[in-house]
Every structure is written in C-alpha cells, then in structure tokens.
C-alpha cells in the first residue's frame, strides 16, 4: 500500500503519560499536515510541514504538542501531560505542492485513536 | 473566526435520485473549497475542488457549485447508489495550505 500510513491505530494513555505518533506521507508528497478529529466533527487543522520546515501551526494548539519532521519525510507528533480532553483521532494528511499553485489535493491517513484515561 | 455549517447532520435520500448537500460559510469567501467523502473508521478522500471564480464542476455523477454572493457550495450526487452512503465534507481553502472543514453532512442512500 503507498498510501499515507499512520502508527500506532489505537493508543491507550494514562492522564499525564506523554504519547508519540508517526506518520509516513506518500513518498513523493513534500507537504504534511497533522489534524485531530473527534466524532461528529471534520477534521481540525493542527499543524503543516512543507518538506522539513515547519510553517503553520494552529493558534488552538497546546505548548503541550509538538511535530517533527526531520528529515523531510516521515514526521512525529508528541502529546506531553496528556489531559482527557486530549482524547481523539489524530489524523495525517500528504500532499504534493507546486511552487505557484497554493492548493493540492491532500491524502489523509487511517489515523491514530488516542484515548486517555 | 469562520463558520461552516453544512446542512442537516443526517440526509436520507431514495435510490436513483439527486442528493444534494449543501454548505454555508461566514466571513471570507476561500480562493478554493473542496468536498470529501468519508467512509466510517477511514480518512476524508478528496472528491473535487472549484475555485471561487468557478460556478460549477462536474466530475461523473458528482456536480459542485460554488455562489460567493451567498457563500455557499452545493454538492449534487445524481442517480444516487447504496454505494454513495458516506459522510461528505466541505471544507474551505484560502490557498495557505490548510484546510478548514466542516462538520459534515450523512449521507444515506436507501434502496
């Protein structure tokens, strides 16, 4: 499967546990960005990577979370003191931009369900 | 902040006629807007995209419209199949790269 790939599915915490999640966009996509979806909604922006610079990331977002994407391929979310609250569906998304076209089309991964006790 | 409501959480719809969904916005109208569908337990798959100086696009049996004067997108699925029962989401692109979505809208077809 060459598609968006996200690890682990399913995550079990404990209030105040940190929690790390990867993602691995399709190989060729420079773009990447991380959404959190609870049910009943769409999904949130979080933040977006375009190859390993960091560009945006929501006014919403905790000091708690933080994304990597070293290398410009594969990136990591970590969740510190995870709250409850925090509890979701993390999602990926990949894309390939075009330097002068400011839209894509993004391709989002199964995501990763975070549940914290 | 901006709004999007799309319309009634939960559509039923007869097989074999036109669903239609719609979605309403507030405040700036997006250079892009682009509808998903999303199947339960998977990830939104991009359907289409039109640009705010687009009225329509079609692709098959999917037609979006795109009314800047109402800021409002429609979404028309004609002759609607079993197979089309999804949830569908708009969401809005200001050309920064990030999307903003809406809650979705239900999608059920019935036999």
């Known amino acids: 499967d060459t598609g968006v790939s996200q690890d682990p599915r399913h995550k079990i915490t404990k209030r105040g546990q940190n929690v790390t999640f990867r993602c691995d966009p399709i190989s060729e996509h420079n773009r990447l960005y991380w959404y959190r979806q609870t049910l009943g909604q769409g999904p949130e922006f979080l933040t977006y990577f375009q190859n390993e610079a960091q560009l945006e990331k929501s006014r919403l977002l905790s000091d708690r979370f933080s994304a990597e994407r070293p290398k410009g391929s594969f990136s990591t979310l970590e969740i510190q003191r995870t709250e409850q609250r925090d509890s979701a569906m993390y999602r990926c998304?990949?894309?390939?931009?075009?330097?002068?076209?400011?839209?894509?089309?993004?391709?989002f991964g199964p995501g990763t369900r975070l549940t914290v006790l | 902040s901006q709004k999007i409501e799309q319309n009634s959480e939960a559509l039923n719809i007869q097989e074999g006629k036109t669903a239609t969904l719609t979605c309403n916005y507030t405040n700036y109208s997006p250079a892009y807007l682009q509808w998903y569908r999303q199947d339960p337990g998977r990830g939104p798959v991009f359907l289409l995209l039109i640009r705010e100086n687009e009225k329509e696009k079609r692709k098959e049996r999917l037609k979006v419209t795109f009314d800047t004067t109402l800021k409002q997108s429609l979404f028309h699925i004609t002759a609607s199949q079993p197979a089309d029962s999804a949830t569908y989401l708009c969401a809005l692109d200001f050309g920064n790269e990030k999307l903003t979505f809406g809650t979705g809208t239900r999608l059920t077809i019935i036999p």
């Open positions: 998304a990949s894309s390939y931009g075009t330097a002068g076209v400011n839209t894509d089309t993004q391709y």
